[in-house]
């Protein structure tokens, strides 16, 4: 209807590419046009001035012989000054963007190690996008923008370098529980020797009051019983001191037999007996060695 009545019709966001009899007369902008077909006047095409998407995936090899598939997102869109050369220079404008797509990244990649390229993913899209930038812009098209969005390396790659991260840290963790560990032995043994510190200090007072108590007995003693002298009193507490050790002895459960003299002498023996073994353990503690004659 719109040929019989010589009008066209362009919608929102195109341009319509006006021609008579096969040569570029000019851009037909949004609306209703008036084409008189029957003197060679015709539209040859549509050109749309919406931002479009184009995903490449680009392999190559980073500087250190890993394999990788990057993958950049090139946004553009025709400009509708230029609507001719977009129309007329460009038989195919998503291969041609995608040849220097290709051209940028294996330019750009192989100088790189495989850590490095994720690190500068920004600068090879910068890179990318200034190369299409110059070049695209004489065929009647803007870069609007360009992302790498993902670098893939190899399956094998992705795997060792997931095996390395996790043994990092594993030995991270293993440091700090063992760091943990010295800690609690650090705190364990100055715990440790505190205590055995304060039992030290209670043994030596112990036996302070059981020396201070004796004193106090043998005095007592041989103020109060005439004739004794303090080696009497010390025979006598050793003697009580010896029974008073059987007697234990003999209700612990656990203990073995012993054997004691049982003559009409062995209790007068007794105290010479415990006061030569203390003599004796004294001399051998202290390297003394005792010839009789």
């Known amino acids: 209807m719109g040929q019989a009545l010589c009008c066209v019709q362009v919608d929102q966001s195109y341009v319509a ?6 040569k570029f007369e000019q851009v037909l902008n949004p609306g209703c046009h008036f084409l008189p077909w029957i003197v060679g006047k015709q539209i040859a095409g549509y050109l749309s001035l919406r931002v479009q998407q ?55 990649v ?10 500068q993913k920004n600068d090879i899209a910068k890179a990318v996008e200034d190369e299409l930038e110059k070049a695209m812009s004489m065929y009647g098209y803007e ?13 094998h790659v992705k795997r060792a370098m997931n095996e390395i991260n996790a043994a990092a840290r594993l ?10 560990e010295k ?12 205590s055995k510190y304060l039992s030290g200090l209670g043994i ?16 007592a003693f041989s103020e109060n019983v005439p004739g004794t002298s303090a080696k009497d009193v010390m025979d006598m507490v050793l003697v009580t001191q010896y029974f008073d050790t059987m007697k234990e ?21 007794i105290a010479s007996q415990i006061r030569d073994g203390l003599l004796q353990a004294q001399n051998t503690k202290y390297n003394v060695h005792i010839f009789s004659p």
Do not use: M
Request: charged letters at 30%.
């Open 171 to 180: 030995r991270l963790a293993a440091n700090e529980k063992a760091e943990a």
């Open 54 to 108: 184009l995903d490449v995936r680009c392999e190559t090899k980073t500087k250190d012989n890993v394999f990788v598939t990057v993958v950049a997102s090139v946004q553009y869109r025709a400009l509708a000054d230029k609507a001719e050369d977009a129309f007329y220079k460009l038989s195919n404008t998503r291969e041609q963007i995608q040849s220097y797509v290709f051209d940028v990244i294996r330019a750009s």
């Open 249 to 269: 002895i003999g209700a612990s459960s656990k203990s073995s037999s012993v054997f004691i003299p049982h003559g009409p002498g062995a209790v007068r023996d």
């Open 183 to 194: 800690i609690l032995q650090i705190k364990r043994a100055e715990g440790e020797a505190e």
């Open 143 to 155: 870069i609007v923008q360009t992302l790498i969005v993902d670098i893939e390396p190899d399956e």
């Open 204 to 219: 030596a007072r112990q036996r302070q009051a059981i020396v201070d108590g004796l004193r106090d007995s043998v005095l």
């Open 110 to 119: 192989p100088k790189l190690n495989l850590d490095d390229a994720f690190e």
């Open 17 to 22: 590419i006006k021609e008579s009899f096969g």
